[in-house]
């Protein structure tokens, strides 16, 4: 009879341990989805001082990526993939880790693998955000119908996928496809400021309309008072609108909000050259290609330096150390997670 009891307790034992561990994975994942990046990648590594649980490498890649510590989220998402060959969850952290570095090849080898493997609205979506960094427009739009589809219903979680085919008809030209869809990720979820910031970029200032361009980041604004990248894009246009006290103004705001955006240095760099500060402007436009502009934007700010600064070669920056430009930067300093609007 002793005997017997022995097997049983283990096992009693073993089925309270899984448990335990499915309870700390929850709470890692309620932490991630609540912008806690911070304290999910504590209980996460706590649980990895311990041997036995490998499934915690890919939720602290996902923990590391939402702060910006891309290095990290690579390591860690390899590692994932090397305890667990079978699971799909560390390909799609270090998919993110690379697109977050601006090593976009590698970035889109790797969602493009995952959407062959099991598309999802999630890699789908993905594929399209680094496709149109890529200037691929007609398959990232291929992605992105994909994903509707499969999401079905419209509804405040497919606003995300409207925005981006917003996005996507306003860089191919096509306003009028452009609008509707981004005024449909409005409707759909008004109290989300990305989707006013990208109303405001690509629909009214793409095409010059830099007055309207402010009431939508306006809207944005008041909505997340912490936006940076909407802070940064009303600056620009109220520079285009003349007003370079205001615009400098913003633009330094989202500096101080998202110093490692590499758009903030390219815009500043802008207004300082034609300014007639070429000093300070060349110093800005390294600076630009220095945090990654040129991974994730492409050479304009590299061409700017060869005409104006002779003397300060450009070079090619390093990937960038910061979060894929777009959604709102979350109150517990959660970067964004998507591109968006610089």
């Not at 050479?299 to 910061?322: F, H, I, W």
Request: aromatic share 8%; charged share 25%; with cysteine.
């Amino acid at each position: 009879m002793r005997l017997l009891i022995l097997p049983a307790l283990l096992a009693i034992a073993a089925t309270g341990a899984a448990q335990s561990t499915a309870r700390i994975q929850a709470k890692v994942r309620a932490k991630l989805a609540k912008g806690k990046a911070y304290p999910a990648i504590r209980v996460a590594s706590g649980v990895l001082g311990k041997p036995g649980h490998p499934e915690f490498y890919a939720l602290r890649a996902e923990g590391y990526s939402a702060i910006a510590e891309f290095t990290k989220a690579e390591q860690d998402a390899r590692t994932a993939m090397r305890l667990l060959p079978d699971s799909l969850s560390g390909l799609f952290q270090l998919a993110v880790a690379e697109q977050g570095m601006g090593q976009l090849d590698s970035a889109g080898v790797h969602f493009g693998e995952l959407v062959r493997q099991k598309p999802t609205v999630e890699t789908l979506f993905r594929h399209a955000q680094v496709r149109q960094l890529q200037g691929k427009l007609q398959d990232a739009m291929a992605d992105i119908d994909q994903a509707l589809a499969l999401e079905g219903a419209a509804s405040a979680a497919s606003a995300r996928l409207h925005r981006l085919k917003g996005e996507l008809a306003s860089m191919a030209g096509d306003t009028v496809l452009a609008k509707t869809e981004l005024d449909e990720a409005v409707q759909l979820a008004p109290d989300d400021p990305v989707n006013y910031n990208s109303r405001g970029y690509y629909l009214y200032a793409f095409r010059g309309n830099h007055a309207e361009a402010i009431r939508d980041y306006d809207r944005a604004i008041k909505l997340n008072p912490n936006y940076s990248y909407a802070f940064n894009n009303r600056g620009w246009s109220w520079y285009k609108e003349g007003n370079t006290k205001k615009a400098l103004k913003d633009i330094n705001r989202a500096k101080r909000k998202k110093s490692m955006n590499p758009f903030v240095y390219r815009n500043l760099g802008v207004i300082a050259l034609e300014s007639g500060d070429t000093a300070k402007a060349c110093v800005l436009l390294r600076e630009a290609v220095d945090k990654g502009f040129t991974a994730l934007y492409g050479n304009e700010v590299e061409q700017l330096m060869e005409r104006s600064c002779k003397q300060v070669p450009a070079t090619k920056g390093k990937a960038p150390v910061q979060a894929p430009q777009g959604t709102m930067d979350q109150r517990q300093n959660r970067p964004p997670v998507r591109n968006n609007a610089p």
